[in-house]
C-alpha cells in the first residue's frame, strides 16, 4: 500500500481567492491523480498528474482553474482558483504505484468550503 | 458513456449479512473495486476483482461478479457497527490507468 498525507485537511476560503493542496506519498509512485467529490456525490477525476511535465484533465476541467504540479515522484498540489462557493468539495489525492497497476490509494482528502 | 449506479441507503442488523449491489455500463472493465469512506475520512480500499473472475473472498467480505448482467455485489458477513459507512463501487475501463469511475455510494446502517 502507500501511505499518503494531504494538507490541510480542511478550510473555509473567502470567495475569490485560491487554495492550494499537496499531497505527499511515503514513497515512489508512477501515477498521482486528483478527484473531486462534491457534496452528497460520488467521485470524479480532475487530472492526472504528469511529473516534469502538465497535468492531463478530464472534460470539464482546465488548467487555469486547477493548476497542478508535480515537481517529483512524492508529491503533487493542486490549486483551486478563484474559487466561488461551487468550488465547496472534497479534493482527495489518488496514486498507483506503477502505471495499469491493479491498486489505486487514496489519502484522507481535503474538506473545502467557499463562502 | 460510462457509469455506475448504487442503491443510496441499506440498514442492517448488528450480526446479520450485509448486501451492497453495483451495476456499471462499461463491457471493457478491466476491474472493478470496493472503497469504504467513514464520516471525514478518505477512501479504504477494501477489496478488488479482476473481470475474469467471478468470485473474490476475503475474511467477512465476498465480492461477486456477473459479467453478463455487468453487476457486482459486496456481501459482508456478520456485520458490525464498525462497518457503518458509505460504500463506493468503482470500475476501471480498458486501458484506463487511474481513472476510476465511482458510483454514487451506498450508505450502509448498521443498527445495534
Known amino acids: ?115 | 458513456g460510462e457509469d455506475v449506479e448504487q442503491s443510496l441507503f441499506l440498514s442492517v442488523r448488528e450480526g446479520d449479512s450485509s448486501v451492497i449491489n453495483c451495476t456499471y455500463t462499461d463491457s471493457s472493465s478491466t476491474y472493478l473495486y470496493w472503497y469504504k469512506q467513514e464520516p471525514g475520512a478518505g477512501l479504504q480500499l477494501l477489496t478488488y476483482i479482476f473481470s475474469n473472475m467471478d468470485m473474490k473472498q476475503d475474511q467477512r467480505l465476498t465480492v461477486l461478479l456477473n459479467k453478463k448482467d455487468k453487476h457486482l455485489s459486496l456481501r459482508i458477513a456478520d456485520t458490525q457497527t464498525g462497518d457503518s459507512a458509505i460504500y463506493f463501487c468503482a470500475e476501471r475501463g480498458l486501458g484506463n490507468t487511474g481513472k476510476l469511475i465511482f458510483g454514487q455510494g451506498t450508505t450502509l446502517q448498521v443498527k445495534p
Open chain 1, 1 to 115: 500500500s502507500a501511505v499518503i498525507s494531504q494538507k490541510p485537511s480542511r478550510d473555509i476560503c473567502q470567495r475569490g481567492t485560491s487554495l492550494t493542496i499537496q499531497c505527499q506519498v511515503d514513497s515512489q509512485v508512477t501515477m498521482m491523480f486528483w478527484y473531486r467529490q462534491q457534496p452528497g456525490q460520488s467521485l470524479t477525476l480532475i487530472a492526472t498528474a504528469n511529473q516534469g511535465s502538465e497535468a492531463t484533465y478530464e472534460s470539464g476541467f482546465v488548467i487555469d482553474k486547477f493548476p497542478i504540479s508535480r515537481p517529483n515522484l512524492t508529491f503533487s498540489t493542486l490549486t483551486v482558483s478563484n474559487m466561488s462557493p461551487e468550488d465547496s468539495s472534497i479534493y482527495l489525492c489518488s496514486v498507483e504505484k506503477a502505471a495499469m497497476n491493479t491498486e489505486a490509494f487514496f489519502g484522507q482528502g481535503t474538506r473545502l468550503t467557499v463562502v
